[in-house]
């Protein structure tokens, strides 16, 4: 019902190409948030302390409960459809959101082609809402990383055709710049 990218600039849209993506970064990185969570619920306090670490709880709690209010008006008609809220947790429905994240995380070096979307930083848009999800946006983009660096190399290590060794190489440079696994790699 919905495709969401999270690489780079966000962006939500549904199959008929209707955009849906909220305009506030708060509401933004509570959508990212439940995507990266999904299909585990997330706990309305987790989501608070995430997105709200400088405030008090209640407050915290009450600002949360708007930018829920938001996403479902940023989502309509299909909010209900997509997000499950409970009086304790929010999730995204299982199998009504598409995320390019969920791809790259399930490549492998036979189905390598999800690598393709790593063409940014990890909602490279949403830096600086608040230091708890600061942090946890580092994880996340370090977990990302990782594991396209993995496949990269696994590929990179399988290539016996010269000619496709150079392209592997270069796509595990941009994904680690810094990467001396490979002599190849290094000359490039």
Known sequence: MVRLRLIGQMEAWTLTSDSILPTGRKTRGLLAILA???PRPVLRGKLAEM???RRPEEQARASLRQEIHRLLDALDPIGNQILAI???HLMLKPGTVWVDVEE???A???QPAALCLL???L???LDGIDPAFDNWLATERERLRDRARVLAEAMLRDQSDP???IPAAQQLLAIDRAHEGSPLARMI
Request: cysteine-free; glycine content about 4%.
């Open 119 to 121: 063409d940014g930083d």
């Open 104 to 106: 790259v995380l399930r």
């Open 163 to 165: 000619d496709l060794m």
């Open 108 to 110: 492998s070096p036979s």
């Open 86 to 88: 409970t009086r304790d």
């Open 36 to 38: 990266l969570s999904a």
């Open 123 to 125: 909602m490279e848009d």
């Open 51 to 53: 997105l709200w670490s």
